[in-house]
């Protein structure tokens, strides 16, 4: 997979706005600066920004995030409680991105509380903390402990996104094209 598809395959849910974040691990001989640069100049005339973090010797973490739709999670009076407890201003976006990609550089142990800004539940994200990762009632693009019909219908929601998206690129349709394709599929469905 080039790195191009792999930006399609990872990031498609944010730039159909059907998910307010994506967050993938590239090898750091695949990550193409050049390639990511024009990504994010793409993704933010859309209303997206890009973040990108080499986390350790072999992988660069990347981070695409619908900055409105995060700003609003972050918000919210229970993500603020969730995240001051675990040391997080959540003032803006951007300091909330620079304090996690400076824990997974740390390395304190991933930093599970990202899954508010990628649209898991705040109540999943807390019981897989407290039960490390076990014990959940559905698997899918997150552990489910709670609304198991929500977490299988957005499981399918992304992966059909994500399939649909790779298609198309692979066929030579432009990111807009792409994105208009889906939305009118959508709004068809």
Known sequence: MSFDQIIVHSSSPTFCNIKPGNLFFVKNEDFDNDKFEAW?????????????SQISETSTAILVLNVCWTRKILADVFVQAYLSEKGYHTGSVFDFVEELFSRMIENEG??????????????????????????????????????IDRAKECHCKFTECSRLCEKWYDEGYSINQIITKYQTLKTVA
């Not at 994010?40 to 990108?52: C, D, H, I, Y």
């Not at 990628?118 to 014990?135: A, K, N």
């Open 110 to 147: 991933f930093p599970h509380e990202v899954g508010v800004i990628l649209g898991y539940p705040v109540e999943d994200v807390i019981e897989f903390e407290h039960h490390q990762g076990h014990d959940c009632k559905y698997c899918g693009c997150w552990k489910s402990y709670s609304d």
């Open 40 to 52: 994010k100049e793409s993704f933010f005339k859309r209303g997206l920004m890009a973040f990108s």
